[in-house]
């Protein structure tokens, strides 16, 4: 069971395994929402470490499009709100 | 002291009734806990922002449990599939991974703010088999690399284990080093027998003027950690000493035998009254 957010960070570390390693992909995966605490602040020091390209497609693959294909610059409310919930509370089991 | 480690690996010595005894046992949660809450503050994360922790070797989640509360976001690690069973049963908050340390992490680089550890790094300097890459060296030192390009600079990773020798100490220390980590040992309580824990304290970049080792703690461990019963023993001690031994044979414990006679079916015990077990009068 993991989360989009630590799904973001995994990449293969096999010897010699050194292109095409990262994002893992999906296999025979089930989801699951979990509710978490929302912490704007912690989303806010975490996005620079994000590889967005890679979250988006894993979200889109969940069926989840409420994340914008670029990167916004502004981080309002409403975008940190949807960022939490594909970051902290979708799960893939 | 007994030594888990020596008696088998990890994933077989935390088999499923170890691990269920492991958690439940207050004593150890006491323990875990205390250490947990030390390892952050020698960890000593800059306060308001919530960071993003890696738990190596989280086990059941008991020091996880603590990070969720202290409101960081965490990911753990563990070779025992039992204790994760565990963990999951318990539904605490982080992503748990069932992954061998001494074979390195598959982290990106740069994904963690901080790394704790409880109790674990002595897990790894058994060999398991005779092969070369099950030597505790090599296991080592594919953990600490890895680890070090998992963590953000500057950042710390904070480690209490249980070392038996300073060869030790000292291997360990010299393979961290060699990965690129600063750092050292930090030991509390370092003349107490029972109290004592060591923590390796290990820094990713920052130069040497911004990041110090964290003293310590020193002297006398509280009273608390004292056994639970040896109040009794005082007391009693105490009265011994003081010579005043309380009359044995006093009202109520005539009244107790007289009742333990009549319940017998004894005859002729005498009638409780005002005057049982009352001092007679000096007559001179």
Redesign the interface.
């Known amino acids: 069971?993991?989360?989009l957010?630590?799904h973001n960070?995994?990449?293969?570390?096999v010897k010699g395994c050194n292109t095409n390693n990262?994002p893992l992909q999906f296999r025979d995966i089930q989801i699951e929402l979990r509710e978490?605490e929302f912490?704007p602040?912690?989303l806010k020091?975490?996005m620079p470490?994000i590889?967005w390209k890679a979250l988006v497609d894993a979200a889109r693959q969940l069926g989840d499009t409420s994340l914008p294909l670029e990167q916004p610059e502004m981080l309002d409310d409403e975008f940190l709100k949807n960022l939490h919930h594909v970051l902290?509370e979708v799960k893939e089991v | 002291m007994s030594r888990p480690e020596l008696v088998a690996p990890p994933e077989i010595y935390y088999g499923d009734i170890e691990a269920k005894k492991y958690t439940q046992n207050t004593r150890n949660q006491q323990i875990q806990a205390d250490m947990t809450y030390r390892a952050l503050e020698i960890l000593n994360l800059p306060p308001e922002e919530p960071a993003f922790l890696l738990d190596i070797g989280c086990g059941s989640g008991l020091s996880g449990e603590i990070l969720d509360e202290e409101g960081y976001i965490w990911t753990g690690v563990d070779v025992a599939p039992s204790m994760l069973e565990v963990a999951l049963e318990r539904e605490v908050e982080g992503d748990l991974f069932l992954q061998d340390i001494g074979q390195g992490f598959g982290f990106r680089p740069g994904s963690f703010d901080g790394a704790i550890s409880i109790s674990v790094l002595q897990w790894l300097l058994n060999a398991e088999t005779s092969h070369p890459t099950s030597s505790p060296p090599h296991r080592l030192n594919r953990f600490f690399t890895t680890l070090h390009s998992a963590l953000r600079n500057p950042s710390r990773a904070v480690f209490q284990f249980y070392p038996s020798s300073d060869d030790q100490i000292q291997l360990i220390t010299s393979i961290a080093q060699k990965a690129g980590f600063g750092g050292g040992i930090v030991v509390d309580y370092p003349n107490s027998k029972k109290a004592k824990k060591v923590f390796l304290c290990l820094f990713v970049g920052g130069g040497g003027s911004q990041q110090q080792i964290p003293k310590g703690l020193e002297g006398e461990e509280e009273e608390d950690n004292r056994v639970r019963f040896e109040r009794r023993r005082d007391r009693e001690r105490g009265k011994a000493k003081s010579g005043k031994r309380g009359s044995l044979k006093d009202r109520d414990w005539i009244l107790k035998k007289k009742e333990l006679y009549r319940k017998r079916g004894k005859e002729d015990v005498p009638r409780d009254s005002k005057y049982t077990g009352r001092k007679r009068k000096a007559v001179f």
Request: charged letters at 20%; proline letters at 0%; a neutral charge.
């Open positions: 069971m993991v989360r957010i630590t960070l995994l990449a293969c570390h990262f978490a912490n602040d912690f020091g975490f470490k590889e902290l």
